[in-house]
């Protein structure tokens, strides 16, 4: 079993900056597959970024060059540091887990959620 625990939410101007912190409680060791998704109101989850034990990293394209996920494998941490921000971020942002491999993008390629933290980008 995993529990994932987001910090690092709230309300920021256009052009600010966020950091969100993911915590996952495990006794079974490293996670591989870590992620960040989204949801706006209205709208379906959306990847954000992910990133494997190794380090690899994808990211949505609307975020890309703006947003940096990290992980910090000794504590099963992922970051997401959000820069320029822009209104069109508004949405709860979930953590993601998955013991294994994941093969695709969609939100059922993953086994553990996290309750969501808001992140809200005034114009």
């Known amino acids: 079993q995993v529990r994932l625990v987001e910090s690092g939410g709230g309300l920021v101007q256009a052009g600010g900056s966020l950091r969100l912190s993911c915590a996952a409680s495990t006794s079974s060791g490293s996670i591989n597959g870590m992620a960040w998704y989204r949801q706006a109101s209205g709208k379906e989850r959306e990847l954000v970024a992910r990133i494997t034990i190794s380090g690899g990293t994808t990211y949505a394209d609307s975020v890309k060059g703006r947003f940096t996920i990290s992980r910090d494998n000794a504590k099963n941490t992922i970051y997401l540091q959000m820069n320029s921000l822009k209104p069109e971020d508004t949405a709860d942002y979930y953590c993601?887990?998955?013991?294994?491999?994941?093969?695709?993008?969609?939100?059922?390629?993953?086994?553990?959620w996290g309750q969501g933290t808001q992140v809200t980008v005034s114009s």
């Open positions: 993601a887990a998955k013991w294994g491999v994941v093969a695709g993008l969609a939100p059922n390629e993953y086994d553990y």
